[in-house]
C-alpha cells in the first residue's frame, strides 16, 4: 500500500476513515490499478449479481413450508417490488456515484461520517460472512440424501474444511476467473429447473397454487425466508472498482439479474406446487431434489443435486469476493489497519480472502435457520443506514453528479423507501431474543472496535494508511450556492 508523498494538503495521508471534504458526491475514475483485461464486463457481473442475490431456488422451500403455496408464491411475486427494486436502485445511483470498492461503507461515510460508515461496514461483514456459511450447509444438505455420510460427523465437518478451501483459493485467483464460473454455474443451475417445468406440464393443477391456511402460517420463518432470498443487491457495489466502465454497465446488470432472479424462483415454486401434492412438512431444505425424482425420476434428481452443489459454490465464491472486497475498500479509505488493502499477486485482497475464510469456518456449525435470522438481523441496521444515507445525499446533495439517478425526486424516494423500511422493522419484530442478544452483542462490538483502531492508529501500533489510487473529493458551490460538484485532486499521483 503506497501512501501519499505528495506536500499538498488535500493529497497527504490521513487519520483513519478522516476523508478530505466534507462529503463525497461522485466518483470520477476507476482504481487504475486493475487493467481493464482483469475488470469484469457485463455478463459476468450479471451472474455475479445473481449469486449475491440468489443462486436458484436452493433455499426458498421453507416459505412453503411456513404459509403454503399461495403466500410462497405470492410472496416471490410481491416482496421484490417492496424491498429488492428499492434496494437495486439504491444501488444503481449511488454505486456509478462511487465505482470503488468500499461500496456502500463509502456511500455511508460521505453522508453520516466515518464512525456511522464502519459501523456500516462491519454489519454488512458479519452479515456475509454469516451468510457464506450457510453455503456448504447447504451443499451437504443436499447431497446427503444420496451420501448419507455427509449427514453428520467427522465426515461432514471435513467436507466443510476441503470445500471451503477449493472455494477461497478460487477467489484468490481472481474476480476474472470467478464472473465466468459464476456464469457456467448459473447455466448449469438453471438448467434442471427448466426441464423440470417442461416435465411437469401434464402434471400440473393449478388448484394447487391457492391452498391458503391463515391460521396456520410461521410469519418469522416465512419473511426471514423472503427476505434472505431476496436481500443483497448492495454487495455488488463492493466489486464496483473492479467492473468495467461501472458507470455504464452496473444499472443495465442490476436490470438482467433482477428479472433473472425472479423468474429464478417462481418458475421452480410453481412446478413443485402444481406437480406435485401438498405436503407442507416436507418443503424445506433439499426438498426440490425429491420432487425432481417424483416428476422425472433418478436422472433428474442427480442433475438437480449436482446443480444445487454448484450453485452453493456460486454462492460461496461471490460472497466472499464481496465481503473481502469491502475490506480491501476500507484498507484503502483508511478504516481499516493498511495490510487488509494488500492485494496477492492476482491482484485479489489477500488478507480479507483469509479473514472472511476463517470467519466462515467459524460459525459453520449453525443450523439453517439461525443463520438466516442473524444475518437478516444485522443487514437491517445496515440497511436502515444505507437509506439514511441515500435520502441525505439528495437532500444535500441534489445537483451532484449521479451517471444514473432514481427517477424520482427527494419527496419521491421518501416514499419508496417508506415500505421497506416497515418491512425491516418487522423482521426485526419477528426476530428470536437468542438471535437479538447475538446480534445486539455484535454491534456493540462494533462500537467498541471503531474508537479502539483509531486508539492503536494514535499510538502507530499498526499502519494506516489513504491509498493514492482513490480520487480526492471535495465540495463545491457555484455563485449562487446551488450547485454540488465533485473534482479529482490535480496532484494525484501518477503511476
Not at 424491498?83 to 439504491?90: D, G, K, N, T, V
Not at 448459473?186 to 411437469?200: Q, R
Not at 393449478?206 to 448492495?234: A, G
Not at 467492473?243 to 433473472?260: D, F, Q, S
Request: charged residues 15%; proline residues 6%.
Amino acid at each position: 500500500m503506497k501512501l501519499r508523498s505528495t506536500s499538498n494538503p488535500a493529497s497527504a495521508s490521513v487519520p483513519m476513515g478522516e476523508f478530505h471534504g466534507p462529503e463525497y458526491p461522485g466518483l470520477v475514475e476507476e482504481s487504475p490499478r486493475i487493467s481493464n483485461s482483469q475488470k469484469v464486463s457485463i455478463i459476468p457481473l450479471i451472474f455475479l449479481i445473481f449469486y449475491e442475490v440468489s443462486g436458484g431456488p436452493f433455499g426458498i422451500e421453507d416459505s412453503v413450508n411456513a404459509a403454503g403455496p399461495l403466500l410462497a408464491i405470492a410472496g416471490f411475486l410481491v416482496f421484490p417490488f417492496i424491498w429488492s427494486i428499492p434496494e437495486a436502485l439504491i444501488t444503481a445511483e449511488l454505486g456509478t456515484m462511487f465505482p470503488e470498492n468500499g461500496g456502500y461503507v463509502v456511500w455511508v461515510s460521505s453522508a453520516l461520517g466515518p464512525f456511522w460508515g464502519f459501523q456500516l461496514g462491519w454489519m454488512k461483514w458479519l452479515s456475509g460472512v454469516i451468510d457464506n456459511a450457510l453455503y456448504p450447509v447447504l451443499f451437504l444438505d443436499y447431497l446427503k440424501s444420496s451420501f448419507h455420510v455427509l449427514g453428520g460427523g467427522w465426515p461432514r465437518t471435513l467436507s466443510v474444511l476441503i470445500l471451503t478451501a477449493v472455494l477461497t483459493y478460487m477467489n484468490y485467483r481472481g474476480l476474472t476467473i470467478v464472473g465466468w464460473v459464476a456464469v457456467f454455474l448459473g447455466v448449469f443451475s438453471i438448467l434442471p429447473f427448466i426441464v423440470m417445468g417442461f416435465v411437469a406440464i401434464p402434471k400440473l393443477k393449478p388448484s394447487r397454487w391457492l391452498v391458503v391456511d391463515m391460521k396456520n402460517v410461521k410469519w418469522s420463518l416465512y419473511l426471514n425466508t423472503l427476505f434472505w432470498n431476496l436481500n443483497y443487491w448492495d454487495s455488488i457495489s463492493t466489486l464496483a472498482g473492479e467492473v468495467h466502465n461501472p458507470k455504464k454497465i452496473l444499472p443495465k446488470a442490476l436490470l438482467y439479474a433482477m428479472v433473472l432472479v425472479m423468474a429464478g424462483y417462481l418458475f421452480p415454486l410453481l412446478t413443485g406446487t402444481g406437480a406435485i401434492p401438498l405436503d407442507r412438512e416436507q418443503w424445506e431444505d433439499g426438498y426440490f431434489s425429491q420432487i425432481a425424482m417424483a416428476i422425472g425420476g433418478a436422472w433428474l434428481r442427480s442433475w438437480l443435486q449436482g446443480a444445487s452443489a454448484l450453485s452453493n459454490m456460486g454462492m460461496f465464491v461471490t460472497e466472499m469476493s464481496s465481503d473481502s472486497y469491502q475490506l480491501l475498500g476500507m484498507a484503502e479509505r483508511g478504516m481499516l489497519p493498511a495490510f487488509f488493502g494488500k492485494r496477492s499477486r492476482y491482484g485479489t485482497p489477500l488478507v480479507g480472502i483469509l479473514f472472511s475464510a476463517s470467519g466462515v469456518i467459524l460459525l459453520s456449525w449453525m443450523s439453517f435457520q439461525e443463520i438466516i435470522a442473524a444475518e437478516n438481523f444485522l443487514y437491517c441496521f445496515g440497511m436502515l443506514l444505507e437509506f439514511v444515507a441515500f435520502i441525505r445525499l439528495r437532500v444535500k446533495h441534489p445537483r451532484a453528479h449521479r451517471p444514473y439517478k432514481v427517477p424520482l425526486g427527494t419527496a419521491g424516494v421518501i416514499m419508496m423507501l417508506t415500505p421497506p423500511s416497515v418491512l425491516i422493522v418487522v423482521v426485526l419484530v419477528f426476530a428470536s431474543w437468542k438471535v437479538i442478544l447475538v446480534s445486539l452483542i455484535a454491534v456493540f462490538i462494533g462500537i467498541v472496535l471503531q474508537p479502539g483502531l483509531k486508539y492503536v492508529e494514535r499510538r502507530r501500533w499498526l499502519k494506516f494508511s489513504v491509498s493514492p489510487d482513490l480520487p480526492v473529493f471535495v465540495a463545491a458551490v457555484d455563485d449562487n450556492n446551488l450547485s454540488d460538484i465533485n473534482v479529482q485532486n490535480s496532484d494525484r499521483i501518477n503511476q
